[in-house]
């Protein structure tokens, strides 16, 4: 019960990560407030991680209106008392390519969500997390400290790249309030995102799907994908008083893929 009594805002909730973090909170006996752009993800999330309600709360939410941001805070304030940590799973990944074929356009609007996107959420939970300390969570990518040769997200990589490199300044400006941050890094990560990817290669390729999964596992110490639930169980360990003493860190959960 790694986090017992404890209130943690997750954004960014779908069917993947950020409903296995969700699942995790309310298992290790947290309450867990939930945000994202679709309501209906939201309530069916809630729904499945505590029928009873009682430790679950949700607004729809996106993290590139300010307002919207400190709307989520306040409701976690408002139903359950303080903020003790917040996760930032909201991201925009789906933009693929390289620096030939960048429309820097939309470069600017992946920047927005997943860089300015998450410091706004994180800014709108300061408040309450300065009144008893707290910890802050992000979700990164291996690739932004290396490239994968299957998929190339240039944009998604380097905006996840500079929020690892805010984190740094985040961990020493909130450090007196006994604020912590850190980032998860995964790479191939076993969830319908990967699901998807997985099976549309094999289905373009002619190959069947373990074959696929072969190609990906071939680099890693351990002979399987990380899934979305192991991410989530070294998210709920920095986010609980376990990790009271790590800031400024970067956890690669990756079945050993990369070693730093």
């Known amino acids: 019960m790694l986090l ?9 909730v779908g069917a993947g990560l950020g409903h296995q973090i969700a699942a995790a909170v309310v ?28 430790r679950t709360a949700h607004r729809a939410t996106d993290i590139t209106d300010e307002a919207q941001c400190t709307a989520l805070a306040r409701l976690a304030v408002e139903r359950f008392g303080a903020i003790d940590a917040v996760v930032h799973v ?21 920047i927005d969500v997943n ?30 400290v290396a490239a994968p040769s299957q998929v190339r997200q240039a944009a998604y990589a380097a905006s996840k790249g500079a929020l690892t490199s805010a984190m740094y300044s985040l961990a020493q400006e909130l ?41 990906l ?15 989530a169980e070294a998210v709920v360990f920095l986010a609980s008083d376990r990790a009271r003493a790590i800031t400024g860190q970067s956890l690669l959960v990756n079945a050993g893929e990369l070693m730093r």
């Open 4 to 12: 017992q009594g404890k209130t943690v805002i997750v954004s960014g």
């Open 27 to 54: 298992r290790d006996g947290g309450r867990a407030v939930l945000g994202a752009r679709t309501g209906a993800n939201l309530a069916k999330t809630a729904a499945e991680v505590d029928p009873s309600g009682a």
């Open 90 to 110: 909201a991201a925009w990944d789906g933009y693929f390519g390289g620096l030939e074929d960048a429309d820097f356009t939309t470069w600017q609007q992946v």
């Open 115 to 144: 860089l300015l996107g998450t410091l706004r959420m994180t800014r709108a939970c300061l408040p309450a997390l300065k009144e008893r300390g707290g910890s802050v969570v992000i979700i990164g990518t291996q690739s932004s």
């Open 175 to 215: 450090g007196p309030h006994r604020i912590r941050v850190n980032t998860v890094l995964p790479g191939w990560m076993w969830g319908p995102p990967v699901q998807g990817y997985v099976q549309f290669t094999a289905h373009t390729e002619g190959l069947a799907e373990s074959e696929v999964l072969d190609r």
């Open 217 to 231: 596992t071939e680099r890693m110490a351990l002979p399987e994908l990380a899934t979305d639930g192991d991410v």
